[in-house]
T-cell receptor, first 112, second 115 residues
Framework: SQQGEEDPQALSIQEGENATMNCSYK?????LQWYRQNSGRGLVHLIL?????REKHSGRLRVTLDTSKKSSSLLITASRAADTASYFC????????????FGKGITLSVRP | NAGVMQNPRHLVRRRGQEARLRCSPV?????VYWYRQLPEEGLKFMVY????????ESGMPKERFSAEFPKEGPSILRIQQVVRGDSAAYFC?????????????FGEGSRLTVL
Protein backbone atom coordinates (compact mmCIF):
# COMPACT_ATOMS: atom_id res chain seq x y z
CA SER A 1 0.00 0.00 0.00
CA GLN A 2 1.09 3.59 -0.58
CA GLN A 3 2.93 5.10 2.40
CA GLY A 4 2.69 8.68 1.19
CA GLU A 5 -0.59 10.06 -0.07
CA GLU A 6 -0.45 13.55 -1.47
CA ASP A 7 -3.33 15.90 -2.01
CA PRO A 8 -4.52 17.51 -4.07
CA GLN A 9 -3.62 15.33 -7.04
CA ALA A 10 -3.44 18.39 -9.26
CA LEU A 11 -3.18 22.07 -8.51
CA SER A 12 -3.40 25.01 -10.89
CA ILE A 13 -2.56 28.51 -9.69
CA GLN A 14 -1.61 31.91 -11.04
CA GLU A 15 1.98 33.10 -10.96
CA GLY A 16 2.65 34.96 -7.73
CA GLU A 17 0.18 32.92 -5.68
CA ASN A 18 1.20 30.45 -3.00
CA ALA A 19 0.90 26.71 -3.56
CA THR A 20 0.18 24.36 -0.66
CA MET A 21 0.57 20.62 -1.06
CA ASN A 22 -0.20 18.03 1.59
CA CYS A 23 1.09 14.56 2.32
CA SER A 24 -0.15 11.93 4.76
CA TYR A 25 1.62 8.74 5.74
CA LYS A 26 0.90 5.66 7.80
CA UNK A 27 3.90 4.40 9.74
CA UNK A 28 6.50 5.95 12.03
CA UNK A 29 9.27 7.68 10.13
CA UNK A 30 12.87 8.88 10.47
CA UNK A 31 12.32 11.73 8.06
CA LEU A 32 10.06 13.01 5.30
CA GLN A 33 11.35 14.50 2.09
CA TRP A 34 9.89 16.41 -0.83
CA TYR A 35 11.13 15.95 -4.37
CA ARG A 36 10.34 17.69 -7.62
CA GLN A 37 10.18 16.11 -11.06
CA ASN A 38 9.98 18.02 -14.31
CA SER A 39 8.33 16.20 -17.19
CA GLY A 40 10.60 13.50 -18.58
CA ARG A 41 13.34 14.15 -16.05
CA GLY A 42 14.68 12.65 -12.85
CA LEU A 43 13.72 13.64 -9.32
CA VAL A 44 15.41 16.51 -7.57
CA HIS A 45 15.55 16.71 -3.79
CA LEU A 46 13.96 19.86 -2.37
CA ILE A 47 13.89 19.59 1.38
CA LEU A 48 14.11 17.07 4.21
CA UNK A 49 12.48 17.34 7.61
CA UNK A 50 13.36 14.96 10.43
CA UNK A 51 10.81 13.39 12.73
CA UNK A 52 11.87 15.62 15.63
CA UNK A 53 11.43 18.81 13.60
CA ARG A 54 8.17 20.69 13.09
CA GLU A 55 9.01 23.26 10.44
CA LYS A 56 11.78 23.97 8.01
CA HIS A 57 12.48 26.66 5.44
CA SER A 58 14.55 26.74 2.29
CA GLY A 59 14.24 29.80 0.08
CA ARG A 60 10.61 30.01 -1.06
CA LEU A 61 9.85 26.58 0.40
CA ARG A 62 8.35 25.92 3.80
CA VAL A 63 7.66 22.41 5.00
CA THR A 64 5.84 21.39 8.15
CA LEU A 65 5.56 18.03 9.83
CA ASP A 66 2.95 16.87 12.32
CA THR A 67 3.91 13.41 13.52
CA SER A 68 0.79 13.12 15.69
CA LYS A 69 -1.36 13.46 12.57
CA LYS A 70 1.18 11.74 10.34
CA SER A 71 1.03 14.57 7.86
CA SER A 72 3.23 17.14 6.17
CA SER A 73 2.67 20.17 4.02
CA LEU A 74 4.86 21.90 1.46
CA LEU A 75 4.28 25.57 0.81
CA ILE A 76 5.78 27.30 -2.20
CA THR A 77 5.46 31.05 -1.85
CA ALA A 78 5.31 33.56 -4.71
CA SER A 79 5.09 30.82 -7.30
CA ARG A 80 6.68 31.13 -10.72
CA ALA A 81 5.88 29.48 -14.04
CA ALA A 82 9.15 27.57 -13.64
CA ASP A 83 7.71 25.87 -10.55
CA THR A 84 5.43 23.88 -12.85
CA ALA A 85 6.32 20.23 -12.14
CA SER A 86 5.23 17.15 -10.23
CA TYR A 87 5.97 17.13 -6.51
CA PHE A 88 6.40 13.96 -4.47
CA CYS A 89 6.62 13.35 -0.79
CA UNK A 90 8.76 10.46 0.33
CA UNK A 91 9.15 8.91 3.76
CA UNK A 92 12.02 7.03 5.28
CA UNK A 93 10.36 4.62 7.64
CA UNK A 94 11.95 3.89 10.98
CA UNK A 95 14.59 1.23 10.43
CA UNK A 96 14.40 1.48 6.65
CA UNK A 97 18.06 2.43 6.11
CA UNK A 98 17.54 5.34 3.72
CA UNK A 99 15.06 3.42 1.58
CA UNK A 100 12.33 5.91 0.62
CA UNK A 101 8.66 5.24 -0.06
CA PHE A 102 7.05 7.69 -2.47
CA GLY A 103 3.53 8.95 -2.95
CA LYS A 104 1.86 9.27 -6.33
CA GLY A 105 2.68 12.95 -6.61
CA ILE A 106 0.97 16.27 -7.15
CA THR A 107 0.95 17.97 -10.52
CA LEU A 108 1.41 21.71 -10.07
CA SER A 109 0.69 24.07 -12.94
CA VAL A 110 1.61 27.72 -12.51
CA ARG A 111 -0.02 29.97 -15.11
CA PRO A 112 2.06 32.97 -16.25
CA ASN B 1 30.96 16.81 -9.94
CA ALA B 2 29.06 14.32 -12.03
CA GLY B 3 25.69 13.29 -10.69
CA VAL B 4 24.10 9.90 -11.09
CA MET B 5 24.59 8.73 -14.66
CA GLN B 6 22.13 6.33 -16.21
CA ASN B 7 22.27 4.76 -19.63
CA PRO B 8 20.72 4.20 -21.95
CA ARG B 9 18.21 7.03 -21.57
CA HIS B 10 15.82 5.28 -23.92
CA LEU B 11 15.69 1.61 -24.77
CA VAL B 12 13.32 -0.24 -27.08
CA ARG B 13 13.02 -3.99 -26.86
CA ARG B 14 10.74 -6.60 -28.38
CA ARG B 15 8.93 -9.05 -26.16
CA GLY B 16 11.25 -11.84 -25.05
CA GLN B 17 14.47 -9.83 -25.36
CA GLU B 18 16.70 -8.74 -22.51
CA ALA B 19 17.10 -5.22 -21.19
CA ARG B 20 20.18 -4.04 -19.31
CA LEU B 21 20.11 -0.71 -17.56
CA ARG B 22 23.26 0.82 -16.13
CA CYS B 23 23.78 3.26 -13.31
CA SER B 24 26.94 4.99 -12.13
CA PRO B 25 26.39 6.61 -8.72
CA VAL B 26 27.69 9.94 -7.55
CA UNK B 27 31.43 9.64 -6.93
CA UNK B 28 31.98 8.48 -3.37
CA UNK B 29 28.46 7.11 -2.92
CA UNK B 30 28.39 3.48 -1.92
CA UNK B 31 24.63 2.87 -1.94
CA VAL B 32 22.42 2.46 -4.99
CA TYR B 33 18.64 2.20 -5.25
CA TRP B 34 16.50 1.28 -8.23
CA TYR B 35 12.94 2.54 -8.62
CA ARG B 36 10.31 2.02 -11.32
CA GLN B 37 7.83 4.65 -12.40
CA LEU B 38 4.76 3.96 -14.49
CA PRO B 39 3.02 6.85 -16.32
CA GLU B 40 1.17 9.19 -13.92
CA GLU B 41 2.42 7.13 -10.96
CA GLY B 42 4.89 7.63 -8.18
CA LEU B 43 8.11 5.71 -7.82
CA LYS B 44 8.00 2.11 -6.67
CA PHE B 45 11.03 0.79 -4.81
CA MET B 46 12.69 -2.21 -6.40
CA VAL B 47 16.07 -2.90 -4.84
CA TYR B 48 18.77 -1.40 -2.61
CA UNK B 49 22.40 -2.40 -3.08
CA UNK B 50 25.79 -1.71 -1.66
CA UNK B 51 28.98 -2.75 -3.42
CA UNK B 52 28.80 -6.53 -4.02
CA UNK B 53 25.83 -6.84 -1.70
CA UNK B 54 22.04 -6.75 -2.06
CA UNK B 55 20.62 -5.10 1.05
CA UNK B 56 16.89 -5.11 0.25
CA GLU B 57 15.23 -6.60 -2.82
CA SER B 58 11.70 -6.63 -1.46
CA GLY B 59 10.40 -4.66 -4.44
CA MET B 60 11.90 -6.84 -7.14
CA PRO B 61 9.63 -9.20 -9.08
CA LYS B 62 10.60 -12.77 -8.23
CA GLU B 63 11.29 -13.76 -11.82
CA ARG B 64 13.15 -12.19 -14.74
CA PHE B 65 14.55 -9.25 -12.75
CA SER B 66 18.02 -9.09 -11.20
CA ALA B 67 20.36 -6.38 -10.01
CA GLU B 68 24.00 -6.15 -9.13
CA PHE B 69 26.49 -3.55 -7.97
CA PRO B 70 29.96 -5.01 -8.53
CA LYS B 71 33.13 -3.90 -6.82
CA GLU B 72 34.18 -2.15 -10.04
CA GLY B 73 31.83 -0.59 -12.56
CA PRO B 74 28.22 0.53 -12.61
CA SER B 75 25.18 -1.04 -11.05
CA ILE B 76 23.17 -3.09 -13.53
CA LEU B 77 19.43 -3.76 -13.54
CA ARG B 78 18.72 -6.69 -15.82
CA ILE B 79 15.31 -7.68 -17.12
CA GLN B 80 15.13 -10.98 -18.97
CA GLN B 81 12.41 -11.97 -21.43
CA VAL B 82 10.75 -8.57 -21.28
CA VAL B 83 6.98 -8.24 -21.54
CA ARG B 84 4.87 -5.18 -22.40
CA GLY B 85 4.12 -4.60 -18.73
CA ASP B 86 7.82 -3.92 -18.13
CA SER B 87 7.52 -0.68 -20.12
CA ALA B 88 8.30 2.06 -17.62
CA ALA B 89 10.89 4.57 -16.54
CA TYR B 90 13.56 3.05 -14.32
CA PHE B 91 15.34 5.43 -12.00
CA CYS B 92 18.56 4.87 -10.14
CA UNK B 93 19.47 6.85 -7.06
CA UNK B 94 22.56 6.90 -4.89
CA UNK B 95 23.43 8.01 -1.41
CA UNK B 96 26.37 8.15 0.94
CA UNK B 97 26.27 5.59 3.77
CA UNK B 98 23.15 5.86 5.99
CA UNK B 99 23.52 8.33 8.79
CA UNK B 100 24.36 11.18 6.44
CA UNK B 101 21.85 13.63 5.01
CA UNK B 102 19.27 11.00 4.08
CA UNK B 103 18.52 12.48 0.67
CA UNK B 104 18.79 10.45 -2.49
CA UNK B 105 20.42 11.70 -5.66
CA PHE B 106 18.55 10.57 -8.75
CA GLY B 107 19.62 9.98 -12.32
CA GLU B 108 17.56 11.10 -15.31
CA GLY B 109 16.12 7.63 -15.75
CA SER B 110 16.08 4.95 -18.43
CA ARG B 111 12.83 4.68 -20.33
CA LEU B 112 12.13 1.17 -21.48
CA THR B 113 9.57 0.54 -24.20
CA VAL B 114 8.63 -3.05 -24.96
CA LEU B 115 7.02 -3.59 -28.36
Amino acid sequence: SQQGEEDPQALSIQEGENATMNCSYKTSINNLQWYRQNSGRGLVHLILIRSNEREKHSGRLRVTLDTSKKSSSLLITASRAADTASYFCATERTGANSKLTFGKGITLSVRP
Amino acid sequence: NAGVMQNPRHLVRRRGQEARLRCSPVKGHSHVYWYRQLPEEGLKFMVYLQKENIIDESGMPKERFSAEFPKEGPSILRIQQVVRGDSAAYFCASSPPPGNTGELFFGEGSRLTVL
